[in-house]
């Protein structure tokens, strides 16, 4: 026997243990929203990528992990984007990405979920409770939500510290569209 | 004093809008011109977010004063000035007028193009009344800073007129807008005596 077939026996075999495994596609969107002046702006993370498994009767054996790159977070105002971007409050040249990994799920009854995960941004890790619907399916969703303090994480930290101009609180919010894993 | 306008003179509602509206200018203006060379950061924020609370100030004055001049009218042209001053003052005063309007208000559609909120002294947010668009917010800027030009010059041909007025007229142009007594106008004077 070649080592090829040998080895689709194998992959065969270990499937079961994996059926649960999804990957991000498309019509998926990860945003972002705060206040600035007492006005809401709002952004987006085009580019993050989810790898996810799930089974809502094993929760022990879930695992999520969410890759986030921050050169390209775009509120929509190029004016804001330069200084998101820049050192003071992302500082995606020297962070390039964040992301976010979870091994703890707690059932919040019905399609309800939370996620007790770690956030890792701009060199800071700090636990983040994402919660979330999971609709099954062919395609199964995530529509979830968390809440992020900003400066925990030095995001707009010194001179921008002031929660009068830019409150702590951080919105996120994200739908994730899964297809089973390759 | 009366509140209203008398005839030969301004009253105290008007003359307060007048100087009031004088001494914002002066300090609007000098803070428009230098806030701009300010290096990015809250600092810089705070400035700007001034500047914009002091405009919508004026320009809430301006609508303010406006009404007060339809309802309180004005005095009648000081005696012996010749039909076509009093021509050039009232289109003058016209133009002031329209000035303090579209200085404040090409200013608000200048942010509300750049998508920047408008926050009156950190108490209450303003809505935009342009959509966000980068020509139109580099139009404005401009049309800002040229209109506030405009403004600079006609006010400053309108004060050495009241002062032309005052020291080689030696009429009561300027000491009428000024609380009784803190100008002389000879003229006055003697056609009182007279």
Do not use: C
Request: glycine share 8%; aromatic share 12%.
């Amino acid at each position: 026997m070649s080592p090829r077939s040998l080895l689709l026996p194998l992959l065969l075999f270990a499937a079961p243990a994996l059926a649960a495994d999804y990957v991000q596609a498309p019509g998926s969107a990860l945003t972002f929203a705060g206040k600035y002046q007492g006005e809401v702006f709002t952004g987006k993370f085009p580019g993050f990528a989810t790898r996810f498994s799930f089974d809502p009767a094993q929760l022990a054996n879930a695992k999520l992990d969410v890759t986030i790159p921050l050169a390209t977070a775009t509120t929509g105002n190029d004016d804001y984007d330069g200084e998101l971007r820049g050192d003071d409050f992302f500082a995606s040249a020297k962070f390039a990405q964040a992301r976010y990994t979870a091994t703890k799920f707690r059932a919040l009854g019905g399609d309800r979920f939370a996620a007790d995960g770690t956030l890792s941004l701009r060199g800071v890790s700090k636990p983040v409770t994402l919660e979330f619907t999971w609709t099954p399916g062919a395609k199964p969703v995530l529509a979830g939500k968390a809440t992020v303090s900003r400066l925990a994480f030095g995001v707009g930290g010194g001179d921008w510290a002031d929660t009068g101009l830019i409150p702590d609180a951080i919105a996120v919010a994200t739908k994730v569209v899964f297809t089973p894993a390759p | 004093m009366s509140l209203k306008n008398p005839n030969e003179r301004w009253g105290a509602v008007s003359q307060s809008f007048h100087w009031l509206i004088v001494l914002l200018l002066l300090a609007q203006g000098t803070i428009g011109l230098l806030m701009g060379d300010m290096a990015r950061g809250p600092d810089k924020i705070a400035v700007y977010a001034f500047h914009k609370s002091v405009g919508i100030t004026i320009l809430a004055l301006a609508v303010a004063r406006l009404l007060w001049r339809l309802y309180a009218g004005r005095p009648a042209p000081v005696p012996g000035t010749p039909a076509w001053q009093e021509r050039v003052a009232s289109l003058m005063h016209g133009a002031l007028y329209v000035l303090l309007f579209a200085v404040p208000i090409s200013g608000w559609v200048m942010n509300s193009a750049a998508g920047f909120p408008l926050q009156w002294f950190g108490l209450f947010n303003l809505p935009s009344i342009a959509a966000h668009d980068h020509d139109l917010h580099e139009f404005t800027e401009s049309l800002h800073e040229w209109l506030f030009w405009t403004l600079i010059a006609l006010a400053a041909a309108h004060a050495a007129a009241a002062a032309y007025h005052h020291l080689f007229q030696h009429d009561a142009t300027l000491a009428r807008m000024l609380p009784r007594g803190w100008l002389h106008a000879p003229s006055q004077e003697n056609r009182d005596v007279a």
